[in-house]
Nanobody, 122 residues
Framework: QVRLVESGGGLAQAGGSLRVSCTAS????????MAWFRQAPGKERELVCA????????YYADSVKGRFTISRDNAKNTVYLQMNSLKPEDAAVYYC???????????????WGQGTLVSVSS
């Protein structure tokens, strides 16, 4: 069983930056595709970005391309999300998730963190 714990959320001003982290335990971290999802109040959860097991492939939603960067450190069992040029519409609870299989495979994300709140003031 993989356990994911997010950290690093908080309040940022529009145009500012935040970095959130997710540390995994209980599994072989390097075997998993990792992703960040977010859910804003009243909205559905959406996939923000994802990274393959070795960091060689990434995916970004159009809304965050060029502003957000996902990375991972398999030695530390940690995936990061660097958020720059934040906009008020980026405010949401951000969830870390893990799945077996390739980034573009149709497998579901089976493991989820508890979420970390990101707020953006205008």
């Amino acid at each position: 069983q993989v356990r994911l714990v997010e950290s690093g959320g908080g309040l940022a001003q529009a145009g500012g930056s935040l970095r959130v982290s997710c540390t995994a335990s209980g599994g072989t971290f390097s075997r998993y595709t990792m992703a960040w999802f977010r859910q804003a109040p009243g909205k559905e959860r959406e996939l923000v970005c994802a990274i393959s097991w070795n960091g060689g492939s990434t995916y970004y939603a159009d809304s965050v391309k060029g502003r957000f960067t996902i990375s991972r450190d398999n030695a530390k069992n940690t995936v990061y999300l660097q958020m720059n040029s934040l906009k008020p519409e980026d405010a949401a609870v951000y969830y870390c998730a893990a799945k077996s299989g390739a980034l573009n495979a149709g497998t579901k994300y089976a493991y989820w963190g508890q979420g970390t709140l990101v707020s953006v003031s205008s």
